[in-house]
């Protein structure tokens, strides 16, 4: 893929995030326009996913000797891809888990306090979805 193509293509990326929630911030205040950026969205998106899909496999002929030596770099990158998703993703799982629990928690501690080291332990236990997310993350870039 030729410079070009990767700055069009991290262009089309950036404005389908960026353009949406501009038009969501600024736009009317009414139930509407949450569809309307929900679908403005989708349509950058997958169109810059189709954009980047026609650039990338348009000069396959000229590239592929060249594309032979950069899959173990491909590689390498997804790699590092997919343990920045397994922990990224964990950590927000866990979040959300903790966010729950915590506050159930609180409302039942504040009710009866003897039941402070039970609702400790379902805290906990959602906290060790990103300890585990993390472990496969790290089980991931040994095997890199």
Known sequence: ??????????AALILSIIIPFG?????E???GRYKRALGVNVFFFFGAFVIGGIMMFSGMDAQAAEAAGEAASMATGLGYIAAALVTGLSCIGGGIAVASAASAALGAI???????????I????????????LIISFMILGQL
């Open 122 to 133: 379902f805290v906990g236990l959602a906290e060790g979805v990103c300890l585990y997310g």
């Open 110 to 120: 504040s009710e009866d306090s003897s039941v402070l080291g039970k609702s400790l």
């Open 1 to 10: 893929m030729t410079l070009a193509a990767r700055l069009i293509l991290i």
């Open 29 to 31: 205040k009414n139930k």
């Open 23 to 27: 038009y969501y911030l600024i736009g």
